[in-house]
């Protein structure tokens, strides 16, 4: 029997073909690197395949701006690092406009030179030591992907991946992400401490940044653009996205949360699913793979009673998820 063609397949049937592939590739190139740590791994490339961006949040010493590197290293394209400092001003970020004077008068001109967001994957070092006046620099990027500057709006690589990576907020030296800022991650991840085998390779010298510098890229820049664009054609049933927005809605009503998720929190939350599904191979979502990625996808957006923390936000989650019914069948 002939092969139908594509349009008259339901969503369901359409088979996927670059977003798996581009998943098993990576996951691979990141654990030669990061060792023990399979989850966050995988919650990582959800975050890069469903277009977002990723924070992640951790002791120092744990391996945040390993993973961020070992990614960067790993997908091909352009790459600029930005190290977090109280002294970083916007432009060093965005890029500035530079004035050139000829030397009759008749032909000044100003050039723009781009900074370092204008790179398909950036890595921002410790964000929360840059002032909320910087830190607000990186909102039109995340969100529109494009930068403005002197008026004139400029567009950013495709696909544009942010990677940040922060200390605990009571650490000293450090200004808290402001709620608009954390919104804009599509994931945020802890990696904590490693299991005592884990360790152990890599004091004797398995995984680890001794192996960064071997890594080559698992994929390039036109694949990871296809596998993102597949990604957002995975099926969602309308039972499922009233999952998706029952989930969101325990988190408006919950007595310890002050501002639960937002409508774009929920959209956030269904495009990791959909990435999720896409990496397993399946072309529709399911209630777990809105389960499983809903505490990444929407801990670090409640703003509790008591202030910032990821932890309590994250056990909050699993709490609600626990009572929020899915659908069956």
Known sequence: MPTP????????ERELTVAPAVGRA???????????????????????LSGGHL?????????KTLLAKAMARSLGGSFRRVQATP????????????????????????????GPLFANV???????RATPRTQSALLEAMEERQVTVDGVSRSLPSPFFLVATQNPFEHSGTFPLVEGQ?????????????????????LLGVGGAAHLDELQPATDV?????AIAEVRRVHCEPTVADYVIDVADATRSHSDVVLGASPRASLGLLHAAQALAAMTGRNYVTPEDVRTV???????????AGGPDLSAATAIMHGLLAQVPAPRG
Do not use: C, M
């Not at 970020?93 to 530079?98: E, K, Y």
């Not at 991650?185 to 005592?196: C, L, M, N």
């Open 222 to 226: 036109g694949s990871l653009a296809s």
């Open 5 to 12: 063609p594509e349009a008259a397949l339901s969503p369901r």
């Open 182 to 202: 954390r919104d804009r991650f599509s994931i945020v991840v802890q990696i904590g401490r490693p299991a005592r085998n884990a360790e152990r390779e890599l």
């Open 122 to 128: 950036v890595l921002v070092d410790e964000v929360n």
């Open 55 to 63: 924070l992640v949040e951790d002791v120092p010493g744990v391996g």
């Open 294 to 304: 809903a505490p990444a996808a929407l801990a670090h957006r409640l703003i509790l």
């Open 26 to 48: 990576l996951y691979e190139n990141l654990s030669r690197v990061l060792r023990g740590k399979p989850e966050v791994i995988r919650l990582a490339l959800v975050a890069l």
């Open 87 to 114: 002294d970083l001003l916007p432009s060093d970020l965005t890029g500035v406009s530079v004035f050139h004077r000829s030397a009759d008068g008749r032909a000044d001109t100003w050039e723009f030179r781009p």
